[in-house]
Structure formats: structure tokens, C-alpha cells
């Protein structure tokens, strides 16, 4: 393993982690954590666990992503502001 691709995935890992916490827009918080799904699935392929890596980005980044957008505009915000 290369450790400067290690190192740059976690740091790319603990910003995506903060602007997924940060966000105010939970669109983007979504777009977000599937970026940060999207990088653990890489973390994982370059760790050799490509069988990891590959059901973390199909359920992670992709299933998951596309429900939270679909919940997202099916809900109704309670107040008007």
C-alpha cells in the first residue's frame, strides 16, 4: 500500500465528514455523505477489499443516495418560513 494515497483519502474522509455534519441544506448534506461513501469504497479498493469497496459504493453511494433524495421531495416542511 501507498501511503500517501492512505493519507490523502482520510484527510479527503474527515472534510467530507465535516461538511456533511455542517451543511444546513440537506440536499447537499445527502450529496455529501454519498462523496463521503463514494471515498470509503476507494479507501477500501486500495486496501485490496475490491468485494468491500464494490458493495459499499453500490449500497453506500448509490442505494442509499438515491432513497434519501427520494424521501427528501416526497416530505413536506411543517412551517413556513
Known amino acids: 500500500m501507498?501511503?500517501?494515497i492512505d493519507f490523502w483519502l482520510l484527510i479527503i474522509l474527515i472534510i467530507t465528514a465535516v461538511i456533511a455534519l455542517s451543511v444546513r441544506?440537506?440536499?447537499a448534506a445527502v450529496v455529501a455523505l454519498s462523496a463521503y461513501?463514494?471515498?470509503v469504497?476507494?479507501?477500501f479498493a486500495q486496501m485490496g477489499a475490491v468485494d468491500v469497496a464494490f458493495v459499499?459504493?453500490?449500497l453506500g453511494a448509490g442505494i442509499?443516495?438515491?432513497l434519501f433524495i427520494i424521501v427528501?421531495?416526497?416530505t413536506r416542511?411543517?412551517?413556513e418560513d
Open 41 to 43: 469504497a476507494l479507501l
Open 2 to 4: 501507498i501511503w500517501q
Open 56 to 58: 459499499e459504493i453500490t
Open 64 to 66: 442509499s443516495g438515491v
Open 25 to 27: 441544506d440537506l440536499l
Open 37 to 39: 461513501s463514494f471515498f
Open 77 to 79: 416542511r411543517r412551517s
Open 72 to 74: 427528501l421531495f416526497l
